[in-house]
């Protein structure tokens, strides 16, 4: 009886001792994570200016928000970053894997080249950036004095393409990062499929384009996830290199968010912005995490 | 596994072979050029860098920016250099990585070998909560800092870094524990081993790959950061980060541009370094786990 | 939901009494004075308070003007671990004497008498209340041009003082293929110059109803429109690389030759003093065309942070020391500024710092001392980052003058 009893205590331990063990991680992430969310919507609907304050104003704050020609320009820098990052990203990732996978010699020096600068902050590479794309003292500049007078880049000064050497500088950080996910992918592809396909006379570009593309679909999913990460926590690159100017004109969600936050003392408008994004990262990130967790069961 | 080292069976002609060369090493080169122009501008004397030409070679070498960075740059109204805050950030990261990587390595066994009901639901939340943007938590951190009394520690910081970290570390051993046989955990549950003997003996031992890949990614976060260093430590405990911030960012007078270069690279050494030791285990440890998705 | 709301208000309380960790006898100072110059300048005050037995624990957080360091203060106090002493910014101070965080330094005031020695226009922001609550240590104003002499002595050019005087010497600079306008294309920069054009266009009432009453006739008025016309023909004489640089490279480029004017702070001086330059030889400083009366100002104060109740000992102390005549004048010559207190001697300042402390003593006492609003000492944070948008969108092209006086009018409207 009493032996009995005591494995029954056992194995009810046996059963509990996983979700102890996950109990941590799953209390922190509720107050630390979702109730800081919830705080932060909460903090949309008051007076917030300097500290957090408890005075409801209901919508004032998001009527305020979309009055803000910037707001909208931050928006719309988003959607052209984030796009243009991501499939960049994913494209030069991509090429450079194959490319890396045709048994290359030297591979061993280029992939730390590649993957470098993914350790490297923006504090660090920012001044780098900003002097390289800078007409005065950068690529225009040493282009001119090595003979080529009519070359021009001056994008980081004109508001109308400022936002893309914020891509550029982006896509120099992560992208090896990107090619080493794909090339752990090509990696792991059998050859014997290949091999099968090459003795039935299939072409290189068919080969990728048929079997060996399709088959990296986890890659794939895996880039989009870190990379739409990358792309909505973007601030340093834009504080580093641009300062979101000219004028307005690189201003990001994060960045106008933090503004509003701390240095404008509007704590209700920045908590307002927020949720907004909050929200669009849910639209976006909710049905892709359904599918991709569905699947698995 | 077996194939782990493998190249792809594709076989290339000369032509394309000498384009893929082409394409790679330009590459190579864009990837280069910052390093490149931090580097040169780091040895040359302030000089020579305001007069012009930021990609020239240094007409003269002097190693005196590095020295002055790490030791005698002033960084607030000491001149103490980088020196006393990369031990700051050394103690801050180093246990914030471990206890992380510990962590995410428990949940992704609980959550593919102990499954329950509505585990998926739990992971998809923690990984959502990777998303935040942390700039709106910075305000109920503080205050929770505050409340456990751990307000300006390093403590305190390897905390914020925990929390925020166990989402991707628990997404990279999750999906690498997912395809490990699960016929091996139910033999060993069979013969009497108990949920702690099992993930030291079976899971343990061959977690190596995407430890790597964790311990990687947590340190590089955690030693970048500097929107949570500059907030939450005080006096004592600056990270790195913000020294260096606080060295280049200086609001008036004149800017040392090759103290500043210098103390750059010194602050991403130890990232570059294990990027560097680290990289080759790293594409392998991917290869393993995250990709699979 | 009450619940939730019970919560919060002890949240509230809890936010209000701030206690700090930092041990007697002990300073935390937080500020954003990294830079030699002005390290070596807070040495002074460190320097002092060692020899009253009280140690210095340093916390500086360099980035943006202090922008930085006002979210790590908001964040430490959140906290409840607020620094001891914290270098701030007009409005800033006001801000934090709201929530009731700072301490009470009236006793200390009265005992040094610091209300007779400091202008009404500084105590405008020390004081909140009634009650001092923060030390000043400087007064910068920024409604200064510099100019590199000899480009101007080669195009025979004396310093104009009129707006139409500046128009023809910016042609004649524009003609000898002389960049007229040194400027880097910042915000803050470009509102700084936006500042001393109102200043000059509207004269000092309109620039006290615009900026510090915020009354929209005169934001959204003709005059107005006016000053954004000046600041086309600004943006329209400044070289074409402009975007992004920062002040000190602008300056660079008068220093060098390379261009007539940089319209900027009196901390410009710095720089051309470590380049060996002699004022009033190699370059001169005169204020902005049309604002010769008037002095617009910013200026960097300590504020105490609440202990408890009561001012420390060790507080009284460091407020003292700042606001003593020695530390105020070697402080103030290195760093460009000057005194906070108008009874310094002038004795170890150059010209242009001399003839600064002549014309805010003139313009404190004729009513002509005015905030800056692109430096936050006019209006609160909110309207003058406002005021920055709408600014550096006109400079940078995206409004038309017409466009960008009724988006000032909206977004100062907005931000109130």
Request: aromatic letters at 12%.
């Amino acid at each position: 009886m009493a032996v009995s009893a005591d494995a029954d205590f056992k194995t009810r331990l046996q059963n509990w001792i996983p979700k102890l063990v996950l109990s941590p991680s799953i209390a922190m992430m509720t107050v630390f994570v979702y109730g800081f969310i919830l705080f932060s919507v909460y903090l949309s609907f008051t007076d917030s200016r300097i500290l957090p304050t408890f005075g409801w104003v209901g919508w004032e704050n998001y009527d305020k928000l979309w009055r803000l020609s910037h707001w909208e320009t931050s928006l719309i820098n988003m959607g052209i970053f984030a796009s243009l990052y991501i499939v960049i990203c994913t494209c030069i990732g991509l090429g450079l894997a194959i490319f890396l996978d045709q048994k290359i010699r030297g591979e061993g020096l280029l992939r730390p080249i590649y993957l470098y600068p993914m350790a490297l902050s923006f504090i660090v590479t920012g001044t780098a950036w900003k002097w390289f794309l800078d007409p005065g003292i950068g690529l225009e500049n040493v282009m001119q004095t090595w003979g080529w007078e009519s070359f021009e880049f001056d994008w980081i000064k004109d508001r109308n393409f400022a936002i893309y050497t914020v891509v550029l500088a982006a896509v120099w950080q992560t992208s090896g990062f990107v090619m080493a996910m794909f090339l752990a992918g090509l990696r792991g592809i059998d050859n014997e499929i290949l091999r099968a396909a090459q003795m039935d006379g299939a072409s290189n570009w068919n080969l990728y384009r048929r079997i060996i593309i399709p088959q990296l679909r986890p890659a794939f999913l895996s880039a989009f996830v870190i990379l739409s990460h990358l792309a909505i926590k973007t601030f340093d690159l834009v504080i580093a290199l641009t300062g979101g100017g000219p004028g307005r004109a690189t201003e990001l969600p994060a960045t106008f968010m933090y503004s509003y936050t701390f240095t404008r003392n509007q704590m209700g408008i920045g908590a307002a912005s927020a949720t907004i994004m909050l929200m669009t990262i849910a639209a976006i990130m909710i049905p892709y995490l359904y599918a991709e967790l569905r699947e698995k069961r | 596994m077996s194939q782990a080292t493998q190249d792809t069976a594709i076989r290339t002609g000369r032509v394309t072979r000498t384009l893929i060369y082409l394409v790679l090493l330009l590459f190579g080169l864009f990837y280069l050029l910052p390093l490149y122009v931090m580097l040169v501008n780091s040895v040359k004397p302030l000089e020579e860098i305001t007069g012009g030409g930021m990609m020239n070679l240094p007409q003269v070498f002097t190693i005196e920016p590095w020295l002055k960075a790490w030791s005698s740059a002033q960084i607030g109204v000491d001149p103490t250099g980088l020196k006393p805050y990369f031990w700051n950030s050394i103690k801050m990261v180093v246990p914030a990585v471990i206890v992380s990587t510990i962590l995410g390595a428990l949940n992704g066994y609980v959550l593919t070998k102990w499954r329950f009901k509505y585990d998926t639901i739990l992971f998809g939340l923690m990984l959502f909560a990777c998303f935040i943007p942390f700039q709106i938590v910075l305000i109920p951190m503080a205050r929770m800092l505050g409340i456990i009394g751990l307000a300006g520690t390093t403590w305190g910081l390897a905390l914020v870094h925990v929390v925020y970290g166990i989402g991707f570390t628990t997404l990279y051993f999750r999906n690498y524990y997912a395809v490990f046989p699960t016929e091996l955990i139910r033999a060993a549950q069979i013969d009497g081993a108990g949920f702690f003997q099992i993930f030291w003996r079976i899971l343990l031992p061959s977690s190596g790959p995407i430890a790597v890949v964790s311990i990687i990614w947590q340190f590089t976060n955690i030693w970048n950061d500097f929107l949570f260093g500059a907030s939450f430590a005080d006096a004592n405990s600056q990270p790195m980060t913000v020294a260096l911030n606080n060295l280049v960012q200086s609001s008036t007078g004149v800017k040392e541009y090759n103290v500043h270069f210098a103390g750059a690279i010194l602050a991403a050494m130890p990232t570059l370094l294990v990027y560097i030791v680290a990289g080759r285990y790293f594409v392998r440890g991917l290869m393993a786990g995250s990709v699979k998705g | 939901m009450r619940k939730l709301l019970k919560t919060k208000s002890v949240i509230v309380a809890g936010l209000l009494c701030t206690s700090s960790l930092v041990h007697a006898e002990e300073v935390e100072v937080l500020h954003w004075w990294t830079s030699g110059g002005e390290a070596a300048a807070l040495n002074v005050l460190k320097d002092d308070l060692s020899g009253q037995g009280i140690g210095w624990t340093d916390m500086p957080v360099a980035g943006g003007g202090g922008e930085q360091a006002m979210t790590v203060l908001r964040a430490r106090v959140t906290a409840g671990n607020a620094p001891t002493a914290v270098q701030a910014l007009g409005f800033d101070i006001q801000d934090w004497a709201a929530q009731g965080a700072l301490a009470d330094l009236n006793d200390v005031a009265a005992q040094e008498g610091w209300d007779e020695v400091v202008p009404d226009a500084l105590k405008a922001f020390a004081k909140h209340d009634g009650k001092w609550v923060s030390a000043p240590v400087n007064v910068h104003s920024t409604n200064w041009v510099w100019a590199n002499k000899a480009v101007l002595d080669a195009n025979g050019i004396a310093p104009p003082t009129s707006w139409d005087e500046f128009v023809a010497a910016v042609e004649t600079l524009k003609g000898a293929g002389v960049t007229p306008i040194a400027h880097g294309g910042q915000a803050w920069q470009d509102a700084t110059i936006f500042d001393a054009v109102v200043m000059s266009t509207l004269g000092p009432d309109g620039y006290k109803a615009a900026f510090i009453d915020l009354d929209e006739e005169v934001l959204g008025g003709e005059a107005m429109k006016e000053a954004f016309d000046r600041m086309a023909f600004i943006r329209d004489n400044v070289d074409e690389n402009f975007s992004g640089r920062d002040w000190n490279l602008a300056t660079a480029m008068v220093i060098n030759g390379e261009a007539g004017f940089q319209m900027m702070g009196d901390w410009a001086k710095g720089e051309f003093l470590n380049a060996g330059k002699v004022p009033g030889q190699d370059f001169l400083c005169f204020r902005f065309p049309g604002t010769a009366e008037q002095v617009t100002f910013n200026a960097d104060q300590f504020m105490m942070f609440d202990q408890g109740g009561s001012v420390s000992e060790e507080q009284a102390a460091l407020a003292s020391a700042i606001l003593s005549p020695s530390f105020q004048s070697a402080f103030n010559v290195v760093k460009g500024s000057v005194p906070a207190r108008t009874d310094v001697s002038d004795a170890d300042f150059d010209d242009c710092g001399k003839q600064g402390m002549k014309d805010l003593a003139a313009a404190a006492a004729s009513g002509n001392l005015f905030g800056s609003m692109a430096h936050g000492h006019a209006a609160p944070a909110s309207v003058k980052n406002a005021v920055y948008d709408v600014v550096t969108a006109h400079f940078n092209g995206e409004y038309d003058s017409e466009t960008a006086v009724t988006e000032l009018v909206d977004a100062v409207s907005i931000a109130k």
